[in-house]
Nanobody, 114 residues
């Protein structure tokens, strides 16, 4: 069973920045495409960014040019640098593989509010 542990969330003002981190227990981590997902209250979970083992990235239109996903295969970690944050970015953020495995971590809360 894969274990995923997210960290780095918090309360930030609009226009601010946060960096999220995720540690995976997956062996051979580097061969798996990883993603950052988010779920806002009353909404379905959505994929906002993903990265292949080789470092190729894709982003949802809503976060393009503001969020940057990266990974360190030696440390089994994936990160999400978020800038120019908006209130609509408020959500619980999760990392998982893409497509996701059934074992979600606890997520990390990001709240964008003045």
């Amino acid at each position: 069973q894969v274990q995923l542990v997210e960290s780095g969330g918090g309360l930030v003002q609009p226009g601010g920045s946060l960096r999220l981190s995720c540690a995976s227990s997956r062996s051979r981590f580097s061969i798996y495409r990883m993603g950052w997902y988010r779920q806002a209250p009353g909404k379905q979970r959505e994929l906002v960014a993903r990265i292949t083992g080789a470092g190729y990235t894709n982003y949802a239109d809503s976060v393009k040019d503001r969020f940057t996903i990266s990974r360190d295969n030696a440390k089994n970690t994936v990160s999400l640098q978020m800038t120019s944050l908006k209130p609509e970015d408020t959500a619980v953020y999760y990392c998982n593989e893409d497509p996701p495995v059934p074992y979600w971590g606890q997520g990390t809360q990001v709240t964008v509010s003045s």
